[in-house]
């Protein structure tokens, strides 16, 4: 394998690697802006730019394949030189508002400044300054902190497949907008806020919400499709503040849709059911757990049962319920539903030129492997539905078959259950998930079960008044928390 | 569909110039040319029906036509005077000969008179310098200026 | 155009008439499509052997050797490969090709024509600068009399060679006289210069392999393929430089103008005091830009270099596209080059962090000198600066920005000093 010197390393790489590459592999950082593994090479900050022997002039080392043999120098007085002076001439005209910028704790101007550029700054002139246009409900944008990297200009053209954000006039002047302030149109535009280095395209969503230096990341899996999109949970607390795509080259490389963004909403929805529910004389009551169970129970015991299991469960969720059914449930039938029209994963594609699946679940794959079926109707002489649901799956209509409800559901549509258990959303478990390609993949819980809601483990338990947990619940068992 | 602004003599100068690209997009500059020709500048509607024309973005008309300081994204006046006042013709006059239009024109380089007769504009080098100073008086040279070609000039228009 | 007399023969100022620019006088006076004839019935190896011993370097500005570019032409190519004349002219002080394009177009023509034998090409483009409306129009005329004769087309005189010709009209963008900028404006994109490698003999226009060649290096082609590249390359007095060239000097002489002498046969004092008549006025000589504005500039005492490339190099200056613009005592230099420095933060574009900022950051602060609010560390300032921009860029703009500041702000200090307020702030 060739060889190359960086900083005194000697390193090992593969033919047709860039020098930035090469040296992270070596745990040597080079700085950049405008480089993105995911994007063209545009060459254009001039951070990157290093020594390399038998080269005049400093190379920037995105544009630059290591070749055998070569000896370069990320440190050297010319080098560090180059690196003060690209951050003198991008902090000249930002407004250097950290203080009020979501960015800040994680921003590349910061970060990069303070380990290469200057605590000095010689600039007296006026700054140049634009005024805002807007980008839509995703986005937002300030283009007095943009740094021209042109990320998200290639983004727009290589990844999202729609050229509307785009660069106006040129030289100092040059604004980077849509056409006349018009809303983004792609369905990826949560990505421009992940690959902007500055605070210059931050989310809407997130905007003011919390400082990042006080969240903590959890890397979960989205639940939003059958891609499964690797991403880090973003929390503080008993609060989920947003989610973010992880790099994943077999799954979603870089990046992830907005509907899966922003699925982890519902979390904390207020309209989330998250105490126990019971109907009785039509009208629905919060009750203790005791009181719930109980209610299950009643609604259950000698009758003839039908569980439906959404396919926005795991694994160990979705084989404790088939023990379940079995021998607590007078071997009820067990159905799957998820995503209406697409039943199995014959049915199930890519919806768009990038990573969303038509199944919006997440679990498809799994559910398969399980040998459940698909939904169909509720089976003749079905006297109760047990259904059980992660917060994703679209119920299906039940007629007037009674209802118990395992998982997280809404006011609106659990209305008429005779019982509500609540239970753990994607962000509060642990568990395993097999995406479309059929890979296993690993949610992990970021914050506690919200409000009352409980691990199914747990309800299940409760509801089999803590019979053999290896019987029933075997797989399930290790989900109990205190 | 929006209704076409642009002239057929457009649409048939454009298709005539497609054989000659490999793409459709290379049509572009020459497209924001002839509608210019026709349109004196370029409104949002003509770089939209440019747009559908060659099958792109109307983003991606902007960013190219907003590049190019040719391409008049405003209304110009009848007589667009464009001085150079680079390093030659600077060397020659050029920067008096624009304050004395200013003075003259009552307006400031860089806008057009009340009466859209007249646009007053700084150019670069225009590769006149032999003949300095030199401008450009819509698509046409005008060279070896002095004070009094100029009067001449806008008393004629 | 006054007819320049003289000792040295010339080969294009003698046509600068309107008379020259049919294709007949082409024909009848400037044995016009011989070279081509010729050319038809030689190998492409031929052809681009006599251009590398005719010793021609670019005429643009960068000055590389011609025959030396064509051969790095793949001669294989899955994609097409293209013949792009670089006619974007821009370069301030700089005013020949618009001639040569108005007086002598068929000389362009039959130059592309023959490069696309040589390099295997079978389309050419003239990108022409938007602002000569009027050249672009009579190039158009001369392209359809070519035409109409069989010199271009599917079946150029009667060999079978096919060549397709095109007048591309740029909008405004001195960044599109780089050749990769006008590659992508040629391509409809925004005019901005890419990443090299690959080269544009790798991957140029629409991805193939391009030649990207100056007005007058390819004007040069049909004289060097009729008369031998020994015979160019004889005109030279320095090694590796051959031919005649043309002059552009403007400021203040008396007979500015276009000039055609052999490279390096005579010095820019000679050219000033022998040539243009001297200084207007007879006033004292001040200063010198002697290669289009992005070459740095000379002061009256450094005005003895032969008009070549090398001697330029060595006289830490460049000879770039041969524009001289002489400058006379009593004319503030602080405000050319703080014009200059405007027009390449008017034109920068703004791809990369150096140039976008450092240019206009060198222009904002000699607004403030040329207002009166010029502070005494501004000079340094400038050069650090200017040398923080300096072959530190994507493009060369950048140097070109860095270059004049550097040498105007070291050789006229004392200038920039005398437009401080007395006594001088200091921050």
Wanted: net charge neutral; glycine share 10%; proline share 5%.
């Amino acid at each position: 394998m060739p060889k190359c010197t960086i900083d005194g390393k000697q390193i090992e790489f593969a033919a047709g690697t860039n020098l930035i590459e090469v040296a992270k592999s070596a745990g040597i950082e080079i700085p950049f802006y405008c480089y993105h593994p995911g994007l063209s090479i545009v060459a254009q900050c001039r951070m990157c730019a290093v020594e390399i022997e038998g080269m005049p002039k400093l190379q920037t080392a995105c544009s630059t394949n290591a070749t055998d043999g070569m000896v370069v120098k990320t440190n050297s007085e010319r080098s560090v030189a180059n690196q003060k002076s690209v951050m003198e001439f991008l902090l000249i005209n930002h407004p250097l508002d950290c203080s009020i910028c979501d960015k800040s704790g994680e921003c590349d101007l910061q970060d990069f400044s303070y380990r290469y550029g200057s605590a000095h700054m010689r600039y007296e002139e006026e700054r140049r300054t634009f005024v805002d246009d807007d980008m839509g409900p995703i986005i937002k944008k300030n283009m007095n902190r943009c740094i021209h990297c042109t990320r998200c200009i290639r983004f727009a053209d290589e990844i999202a497949d729609k050229r509307e954000i785009v660069a106006l006039q040129r030289g100092n002047h040059t604004e980077i907008v849509t056409v006349e302030g018009k809303p983004l149109a792609t369905e990826y535009a949560g990505c421009y806020a992940d690959i902007c280095p500055t605070g210059s395209l931050t989310l809407k969503d997130f905007r003011f919400q919390k400082r990042v230096w006080f969240l903590k990341k959890t890397p979960s899996v989205c639940e939003g499709c059958s891609r499964g999109c690797n991403m880090d949970i973003s929390w503080e607390k008993d609060t989920v503040y947003r989610c973010n795509p992880r790099t994943n080259m077999e799954v979603n490389k870089w990046w992830m849709c907005d509907e899966g963004r922003f699925n982890f909403h519902y979390v904390h929805n207020p309209l989330r059911i998250v105490e126990p529910e019971t109907m009785s004389d039509g009208r629905t009551a919060k009750v203790d757990w005791d009181k719930a169970i109980h209610a299950a129970t009643h609604a259950t015991t000698g009758k003839k049962a039908v569980v439906l299991v959404g396919s926005d469960l795991t694994q160990e969720e979705l084989q404790g319920i088939q023990k379940f059914a079995t021998k607590k449930l007078g071997g009820a039938q067990v159905f799957h539903f998820g995503t209406p029209g697409v039943k199995t994963v014959a049915d199930d594609k890519d919806i768009d030129h990038l990573l969303k699946r038509a199944s919006k679940t997440a679990n498809l794959n799994g559910v398969e492997k399980l040998g459940i079926q698909p939904f169909d109707k509720v089976p003749a002489g079905a006297q109760v539905a047990v259904v059980f649901r992660g917060g994703r799956a679209q119920l299906p209509n039940l007629g007037s078959t009674p209802v118990v409800g395992v998982g997280v559901f809404f006011t609106e549509e659990a209305k008429n259950f005779a019982a509500v258990l609540p239970g753990a959303s994607f962000a509060e478990k642990n568990g395993t998930i097999i995406n479309w390609k059929g890979m296993e993949q690993k949610l992990q819980a970021a914050i506690p079960a919200v409000g009352h809601s409980k691990q199914l483990a747990e309800i299940l338990l409760h509801w089999t008044h803590g019979a053999a947990k290896e019987e029933v619940i075997p797989a399930a068992a290790g989900e109990i928390t205190a | 569909m929006k209704p076409k602004t642009l002239s057929a003599k457009f649409y048939e100068a454009m298709d005539k110039l497609v054989p000659r690209y490999p793409t459709r997009v290379a049509l572009l500059l020459p497209a924001l040319h002839q509608a210019q020709e026709e349109k004196r500048w370029l409104s949002d509607e003509t770089l939209d029906e440019i747009a559908t024309y060659i099958d792109i973005h109307p983003a991606q008309v902007r960013e190219v036509a907003s590049f190019y300081t040719m391409y008049n994204l405003k209304p110009v006046g009848k007589f667009h005077l464009k001085i150079c006042t680079n390093a030659a013709c600077i060397l020659r006059g050029a920067d008096e000969l624009v304050e004395h239009c200013e003075k003259k024109l009552g307006i400031a380089c860089g806008s057009t008179t009340a009466d859209q007769l007249f646009t007053l504009a700084e150019e670069e080098c225009l590769g006149a310098c032999g003949t300095a100073p030199a401008m450009m008086l819509n698509d046409d040279y005008v060279e070896n200026l002095t004070v009094s070609k100029m009067d001449e000039i806008l008393a004629r228009h | 155009m006054e007819a320049q007399k003289g000792k040295w023969e010339t080969i294009y100022i003698q046509h600068f008439r309107e008379e020259a620019r049919p294709l007949k006088y082409y024909l009848d006076q400037m044995e016009g499509y011989q070279a081509l004839k010729k050319c038809l019935g030689l190998t492409p190896d031929d052809i681009i052997n006599e251009v590398k011993k005719s010793n021609l370097r670019g005429r643009g500005g960068a000055g590389f050797p011609t025959g030396t570019k064509w051969g790095f032409i793949p001669k294989q190519s899955p994609k097409p490969k293209y013949v792009v004349c670089n006619a974007d002219e821009s370069e301030p002080g700089t005013f020949k090709d618009r001639d040569l394009m108005r007086y002598t177009p068929h000389l362009l023509i039959e130059g592309m024509v023959i490069a696309g034998h040589a390099i295997g090409a079978n389309v050419g483009y003239i990108y022409i600068r938007g602002e000569y409306t009027r050249e672009a129009k009579l190039l158009d005329e001369a392209i359809n009399e070519a035409y109409a004769k069989g010199y271009l087309g599917n079946d150029v005189l009667g060999t079978g060679f096919k060549f397709d010709l095109t007048v591309h009209r740029g909008a405004g963008a001195y960044i599109c006289g780089e050749e990769t900028g006008l590659l992508n404006s040629l391509e409809g994109k925004r005019g901005e210069p890419r990443v090299k490698p690959p080269f544009p003999a790798q991957a140029g226009a629409f991805g193939g392999p391009t030649i990207v060649n100056n007005v007058e290096t390819l004007c040069a082609v049909p004289f060097i393929m009729r008369k031998g590249g020994e015979w160019f390359a004889k005109f030279g007095k320095f090694e590796k430089s051959g031919g005649t060239r043309l002059f552009c000097v403007s400021g203040h002489v008396k007979k500015p103008g276009l000039y055609e002498l052999p490279a390096g046969a005579i010095t820019i004092r000679e050219l000033i005091y022998d040539y243009c008549g001297g200084i207007l006025d007879d006033k004292p000589l001040k200063a010198v830009i002697p290669g289009g504005s992005s070459a740095p500039v000379l002061t009256a005492s450094e005005i003895d270099v032969a008009l070549d490339i090398e001697p330029m190099m060595k006289a830490k200056t460049m000879l770039g596209s041969a524009g001289i613009m002489v400058v006379a005592e009593g004319f503030d230099v602080v405000k050319l080059i703080r014009r200059i420095t405007k027009f390449y933060a008017h034109e920068s574009c703004g791809q990369c962090t150096p140039c976008r900022e450092g240019c206009r950051w060198m222009e904002e602060i000699l607004g403030r000198i040329m207002d009166g609010k010029g502070k005494r560390q501004d000079t340094d300032m400038l050069l650090s600066i200017a040398d923080n921009i300096n072959g530190k860029t994507l493009c060369a703009l950048g140097d070109a920005a860095a270059g004049p500041v550097i040498s105007f702000v070291t050789k006229f200090k004392p200038d920039f000093e005398a437009k401080m307020p007395a006594g001088g702030t200091h921050a």
